[in-house]
């Protein structure tokens, strides 16, 4: 019952923001968007989260082994942690109404370790 509340609060979600004024290659912000298209996009942005964000952190955790591992079998070597580190748990961790409209960029992974 819940996973069909929610895939339909997405649909509403998603179909309120389309007819409200699909963001196209505008630089503009939501904001400026009608009420309806503001809530299409917040409604898009929280459903598209309940998928993104476990993701997100799977993928860091996952990282956040691999790096300690990397650190443990260099003897130590930052270095090596931190190039598996800095992308797996840096980037993008909730998605914005601004990004799911397509004017801010989503960064799923992290900047790469540089020194």
Known sequence: MLRRMIAVLVLVGLLVGAVGGVASAREVSVQDDGVAAQLGW?????????????????????????????WIFTAGSNDAANSVWYPSVGG????????????????????????
Do not use: C
Request: no cysteine; hydrophobic share 45%.
């Open 42 to 70: 917040g409604l898009a942005a929280v459903g598209l989260n309940l998928g993104y964000i476990p993701a997100k952190l799977l993928y860091a955790a996952g990282g956040g082994v691999v790096g300690g591992l990397a």
């Open 92 to 115: 993008t961790w909730v998605l914005t109404p601004d990004m799911v409209a397509g004017n801010n960029p989503v960064y799923f992974n992290g900047p790469s370790f540089e020194r």
